[in-house]
């Protein structure tokens, strides 16, 4: 059995920055397990700009940011499996590897979970009609695209608005496409704001909220879809159905984190971000197995993934060289009103040894003129004033050591949006 300090289990933008991390913290022997032919994951297929504005002070394309990544990883000599795939880990940390090879176990002293996530398809949608073709996930259609150089179709509409359905009706309006709309089942838009903006408002691009589609006309390839508003219960309105013709309909209807490995390692799973519950270190529930990316829950920044895989590596370093600290007080961390989730899902807390506490967070609607409130165990210990909270940007909050060491006692930091809820 082969035995490394860090086992990485998928070789995308988390998985390549807990990597890198994980060999500038100490770790002596790290492998990353991929199961595609090469690594950088999503970002490969990502060939518009904006991302890197953060970690590398410049914007770049995803295979731009992938490549920087990529080339310190070979700087490190971190050694990477690729086309390989894991079958299974368990409470001893051994990974179970298929590969040309065979199937291999592989011992870890601590494992990183960075399989990121999947799109939701169209069998979780119950849009009835036939099953032709011209029907994609806005992810497929990225990669036909972007890796392929596949003209999908020429009359586009989509469903859901989120942040790749956006790109993709940017992507194919410049190849010559007419994208019709975007129909959004919510009031509000389920991608960042930017992307509303610079890949529909300035291509004229139609975004209907309220909106879904009933139906899929034609048999060998779409003829077109059935466009319907929905009301405050989010069911179609049949006096509002309209017939859009149309050859291709991408579905934006969200992301699934891959948990499969998770569940399989009976490790526990948050039933509203579909990835693992973590403390402050990213540890799950099972000691030595961290978790980061998309696979602990959907990020709106790649920028933001590196900085949580970040932290994600160093402190399984720490925990492979007997550093981590001390079990402290645990403290649960919960969403309160307005607030759909918040990670980390708790905090182990040390009175001697006190660092920043950062929490991210998603709202669950829309709100102006809003205030986030953090309470300790139900008093108001941070007040902060926004124009605007919506759940497709996800927000942070850094609870300083001073503000920490003043409530040695808490069991419970629970954070509030309010304001008025479009």
Request: include cysteine.
């Amino acid at each position: 059995m082969k035995n490394y300090d860090i086992v990485i289990i998928g070789g995308g933008p988390a998985g390549l920055s807990a990597a890198i991390s994980a060999y500038e913290s100490g770790a002596l022997s790290i492998l990353i397990v991929e199961r595609n032919k090469e690594l950088g994951g999503i970002l490969n297929q990502c060939i518009h700009n904006g991302f890197g504005l953060h970690i590398f002070k410049e914007e770049l394309t995803g295979p731009e940011y992938a490549w920087r990544l990529i080339e310190k990883v070979k700087d490190y000599n971190i050694d990477c499996a690729l086309n390989s795939m894991v079958l299974e880990i368990n409470s001893q940390k051994e990974v179970t590897v298929l590969s040309v090879k065979g199937i291999e176990k592989i011992y870890a002293k601590a494992i990183i979970l960075a399989m990121g996530c999947r799109e939701r398809p169209r069998g979780a949608l119950s849009i009835p009609g036939a099953r032709c073709s011209g029907i994609f996930t806005a992810g497929t259609a990225q990669e036909l695209v972007n890796l392929h150089g596949y003209k999908i179709g020429h009359e586009i509409v989509i469903l859901g608005s989120g942040d790749i359905g956006m790109i993709m009706a940017r992507r194919l309006t410049f190849e010559g496409c007419k994208v019709k709309l975007v129909a959004e089942l919510l009031p509000y838009s389920s991608g960042l704001k930017r992307n509303v903006v610079q890949c529909l408002e300035d291509y004229s691009i139609p975004l209907h909220f309220n909106s879904t589609v009933t139906d899929i006309i034609g048999r060998e390839r779409l003829e077109g879809v059935v466009i319907a508003q929905v009301d405050k219960d989010r069911r179609p309105i049949k006096s509002t159905e309209e017939y859009i013709s149309c050859d291709t309909l991408l579905l934006s209807v969200g992301l699934i984190p891959e948990n499969e490995l998770t569940r399989m390692a009976d490790i526990q799973i948050s039933g509203i971000t579909g990835g693992a519950i973590v403390d402050n270190n990213m540890q799950t529930s099972l000691t030595g197995v961290y978790s980061c990316g998309n696979v602990l829950h959907v990020h709106d920044l790649v920028d933001n993934v590196t900085l949580e895989a970040f932290e994600a590596g160093k402190n399984a370093v720490k925990g492979v060289l007997g550093q981590a600290e001390k079990p402290g007080t645990r403290i649960s961390i919960n969403p309160g009103a307005g607030v759909r989730y918040a990670v980390p899902q708790y905090a182990n807390i040390t009175s001697d040894n006190l660092s920043d506490l950062e929490i991210k967070f998603r709202s669950d609607n829309v709100y102006v003129k809003a205030a986030m409130c953090v309470r300790f165990d139900g008093v108001a210990v941070v007040n902060k004033r926004s124009r605007i909270f919506t759940p497709g940007e996800m927000e942070k909050v850094i609870l300083k050591p001073d503000l920490l060491g003043k409530y040695p006692d808490i069991k419970e930091i629970s954070i509030e949006v309010t304001g008025g809820a479009q």
